[in-house]
C-alpha cells in the first residue's frame, strides 16, 4: 500500500486518476506525482480537462466522458481503444464515471 498526498479540492483519487491497463493509468496533470505510480506508463489529461480523468478501464478498452477533446486525442495518442459516454448529468450531481460503475468479470 501507498500513501498518496492529495490536494484539499480532490475528493478522493479517482478523481483524478485511473487505471487503463496493468501498466499504464491515466492522471489529471499536476494533481499526483506520476512517480507514485512507479514503472506504469503515464497518459496524461490536460489540468483543464481534469474530469475526464475518471475513466474505468474493461475489457481491455476504456470508457471516458464524452466533451474533453484534448483528453480524447491522448488516449488515441495511446493506442487505448476507448468509447464516450455523457455525463453531464451525473457531473451536476459530483458523480462520474467510477460512481456509476460496478464492473464484473
Same mark, same amino acid.
Given at each position: 500500500m501507498v500513501a498518496v498526498d492529495l490536494a484539499r479540492d480532490v475528493l478522493h483519487l479517482k478523481c483524478v486518476c485511473a487505471p487503463l491497463a496493468d501498466d499504464r493509468v491515466l &492522471? *489529471?496533470?499536476? $494533481?499526483? *506525482? #506520476? +512517480?507514485v505510480f512507479a514503472g506504469a506508463g503515464v497518459v496524461w489529461v490536460p489540468a483543464t480537462e481534469r474530469y475526464a480523468a475518471n475513466a474505468v478501464a474493461w475489457r481491455g478498452g476504456v470508457i471516458a466522458s464524452a466533451g474533453f #477533446?484534448? $483528453?480524447? +486525442? *491522448? &488516449? *488515441?495518442a495511446a493506442d487505448s481503444g476507448w468509447s464516450l459516454v455523457a455525463t453531464s448529468e451525473a457531473r451536476k450531481a459530483d458523480g462520474s464515471l467510477t460512481c456509476m460503475s460496478i464492473v464484473v468479470d
Open positions: &492522471l *489529471a496533470e499536476g $494533481t499526483v *506525482a #506520476p +512517480d #477533446p484534448r $483528453t480524447h +486525442d *491522448a &488516449l *488515441a
